[in-house]
T-cell receptor, first 114, second 113 residues
Framework: NAGVTQTPKFRILKIGQSMTLQCTQDMNHNYMYWYRQDPGMGLKLIYYSVGAGITDKGEVPNGYNVSRSTTEDFPLRLELAAPSQTSVYFC?????????????FGPGTRLLVL | DAKTTQPPSMDCAEGRAANLPCNHSTISGNEYVYWYRQIHSQGPQYIIHGLKNNETNEMASLIITEDRKSSTLILPHATLRDTAVYYCIVRVLYGGATNKLIFGTGTLLAVQP
């Protein structure tokens, strides 16, 4: 299993541009999450999904959108990028009810908005 | 979710045991203690979790005090590859996806050669 994969690894955006961060997991996990991590800080939850077709907001959802059309994929959309969205973005997945519902994280996408 | 308190940084000599403390004095009876770590520039990695009994796996041991107000993560023989930020998190075990992980700033463990 590849686990959780994210693309791209790194991206530079200009203010006002938009992009989609891709996340795919091959572990058949129902739950998926998007976090952001600012320098020197812990992770903050942006959006999460409990299954295909079901998404909900986390702590810091403003400026982002998500969709979940399949179990495997959970893309994160940034509309009108702003410098405050410069961060590292991590996608994660977890099995419901399975070993403590531990979360498995992808390698991250580093985004710089100029 | 209960708030946790960890020292910002610790050093440990390679080959020695690393003992990372965590205070969670407001933990609820149904909340577990989880430990994750984040090696530089990588996604967090699950280490271990427990309720009140001590737990051990291939990576580490978790010691929880009897009153559950604090715990210690033990890496028995630290290596340079264990240098990372270690996060102590408390959460309900099967609370579903809404049972989010609340990451503080963690403890930066630096293993010295």
């Amino acid at each position: 299993n590849a686990g959780v994969t994210q693309t791209p690894k790194f991206r530079i955006l200009k203010i006002g541009q938009s992009m989609t961060l891709q996340c795919t997991q091959d572990m058949n996990h129902n739950y998926m999450y998007w976090y952001r991590q600012d320098p020197g800080m812990g992770l903050k939850l942006i959006y999460y999904s409990v299954g295909a077709g079901i998404t909900d907001k986390g702590e810091v959802p403003n400026g982002y959108n998500v969709s979940r059309s399949t179990t495997e994929d959970f893309p994160l959309r940034l509309e009108l990028a702003a410098p405050s969205q410069t961060s590292v973005y991590f996608c994660a997945s977890s099995p419901p009810g399975g070993p403590g519902e531990t979360q498995y994280f992808g390698p991250g996408t580093r985004l710089l908005v100029l | 979710d209960a708030k946790t308190t960890q020292p910002p940084s610790m050093d440990c000599a390679e080959g020695r045991a690393a003992n990372l403390p965590c205070n969670h004095s407001t933990i609820s009876g149904n909340e577990y203690v989880y430990w994750y770590r984040q090696i530089h520039s990588q996604g967090p990695q699950y280490i271990i979790h427990g309720l009140k009994n001590n737990e051990t796996n291939e990576m580490a041991s978790l010691i929880i005090t009897e009153d559950r107000k604090s715990s210690t993560l033990i890496l028995p023989h630290a290596t340079l590859r264990d240098t990372a930020v270690y996060y102590c998190i408390v959460r309900v075990l099967y609370g579903g996806a809404t049972n989010k992980l609340i990451f503080g700033t963690g403890t930066l463990l630096a293993v010295q050669p």
